[in-house]
């Protein structure tokens, strides 16, 4: 079956720059979302179809996919964007929906 | 605004069905364009999409629980449901609702619940 592999975690200093990938067979030919999940919250569409921004989500957040990766950047990081990151697709050969294991972004 | 609230029990012996309903406001469960879907999230772990249901009742589960699993709606109340037979320990998460389109299968979840935990545990 399909597997989306993300790093457990990211570690980045307020003002940098955060990606966070996640990897999978020829994900490039998927659309990948990304979620964003704080603590004791439900998650959010922070990225949809690859790139897309939701209206409320700032542009410092930002999606690219190509071939086996898919990367969420985050621009500009600050304290408010320390949470778990989560990608997902769906894969049509099971019809799943399919999550990554998810990335902690932390703010040093 | 579209909101989605669960609802249920939160603790369930193990050996015994787990139930919730999800009650959808600010919006029509009967429109054509959505799924309805339920994604768990056992303690310190990652989602996991469990199924999703159309309003006319139409399903399609996760095959990874599809032998303990039912899904059904009720468009009078706008709301639908979850139950899952034969629960144990590994079944404890945080369990949501959320919204995913019926025509764009890449489409993502959105929105969501706020979420409710249920704990197995006799």
Partial sequence: SYVLTQPPSVSVAPGQTARITCGGNNIGSKSVHWYQQKPGQAPVVVVYDDSDRPSGIPERFSGSNSGNTATLTISRVEAGDEADYYCQVWDSSSDLRLFGGGTKLTVL | ??????????????????????????????????????????????????????????????????????ISVDTSKNQFSLKLSSVTAADTAVYYCARHSYYDSDAPFDPWGQGTLVTVSS
Avoid at chain 2, 19 to 33: P, R
Avoid at chain 2, 34 to 50: A, F, N, S
Wanted: glycine residues 12%; hydrophobic residues 25%; charged residues 10%.
């Fill in chain 2, 1 to 70: 605004h579209l909101q989605l609230q669960e609802s249920g029990p939160g603790l369930v012996k193990p050996s015994e069905t787990l139930s919730l309903t999800c009650t959808v406001s600010g919006g029509s469960i009967s429109s054509s364009s959505y799924y309805w879907g339920w994604v768990r999230q056992p303690p310190g772990r990652g989602l996991e999409w469990i199924g999703s249901i159309y309003y006319s009742g139409s399903t399609y589960y996760n095959p990874s629980l599809k032998s303990r699993l039912t």
